[in-house]
């Protein structure tokens, strides 16, 4: 299987841990990754706010980019990069007249056909036969409460269900771990006004991770570069508000897809994680 691979502004910076884990795990999976030569920023939401043409014009160039290498669908880690790319997609496809505007703006690669964009948990669960995992180190005893945010929520057309996604439960299980009952699994962390309102930013975390820890879970699951940022990085800040403690370590998904794998640490980027995971993982039988 050969994708295109936009990683998006995040997965070179603050969530490099999940560029690191996504390769190493589509490696071991003989899933072909290609990353984009010249990719730019997707605009996020800051670019549709000051001009929507442009914005439009910043995801039809990395579409460009995909079609130009003959490459159909795009593998997008960031919510964010994933939403845009395909907003722009659809609108493209849909209106021709928009698509000829946005063709006379690129000056390298002008769009024809649409590739397709896909979160990296779609196409392991969806593209990949699961009957091929070789699973050297099984999560046996890991209890894991299954996080997804609201890439998997909000955006129509996806390809789990909305209201009660399984896909990454379904991985877990796969992998030897177990899934917690956790009915926050797609509330909104607040990562999206942390700078603004962090007040309230820090009060959805900590509820988040009150209730996972609640329902007896060792780790997180996620999948979100937002996500993983307030779960792990703004931990002790968010639950300081509720006048308690823990460690609860937020992990990708292919972070624990990896060790399940029997993949090690530095290729998993596990060192940068910020709330520590390694005296679980000792605790599990996992060290690495």
């Known amino acids: 299987m050969r994708y295109a691979y936009y990683p998006g502004c995040s997965l070179q910076a603050s969530a490099k841990e ?3 884990s996504l390769k190493a795990v589509c490696n071991r999976l003989d899933i072909e990754l290609v990353e984009l030569k010249d990719w730019n920023c997707c605009g996020a939401t800051p670019a549709y706010t000051v001009d929507p ?51 006379d703006m690129l000056t390298e690669h002008k769009l024809d056909s649409i590739p397709k964009v896909k979160l990296p948990l779609e196409v392991i669960a969806s593209d990949f036969d699961w009957d ?9 005893g890991l209890n894991v409460a299954c996080y997804y ?33 956790f009915a926050y699994d797609t509330k909104c962390c607040g990562g999206g006004i942390v700078f603004t309102r962090d007040e309230i930013s820090l009060d959805l975390t900590a509820k988040l991770l009150t209730k996972a820890k609640a329902a007896g879970a060792d780790c997180l699951s ?13 931990q002790s ?7 308690t403690r823990f460690d609860l370590p ?14 090690g640490r530095e290729e998993l980027g596990l060192e940068r994680n910020m709330v520590a995971p390694f005296s679980l993982l000792e605790r599990m039988g996992l060290k690495v």
């Open 222 to 234: 996620v999948m979100c570069p937002l996500c993983h940022l307030m779960l792990d990085a703004y």
């Open 149 to 181: 945010g609201c890439p998997v929520a909000r955006p129509k057309g996806g390809f789990d269900n909305r209201e009660a996604p399984q896909a990454m439960h379904l991985l877990v299980e796969k992998l030897g771990g177990q899934p917690v009952p």
């Open 250 to 263: 937020a992990l990708y998904f292919t972070q624990l897809m990896g060790l399940a794998l029997g993949l």
């Open 53 to 103: 043409l442009l914005a439009m014009g910043l995801s039809a160039r990395n579409l460009a980019l995909a079609e130009a290498e003959d490459l159909s669908v795009i593998v997008a880690p960031c919510p964010a990069c994933y939403k845009n790319l395909r907003k722009a997609g659809k609108a493209l496809e849909e209106d021709p007249e928009l698509r000829e505007k946005v063709n």
């Open 132 to 140: 091929a995992l070789e699973v050297e180190r099984p999560l046996a």
């Open 237 to 243: 800040q968010a639950v300081r508000r509720l006048d």
């Open 18 to 20: 999940y560029d690191l």
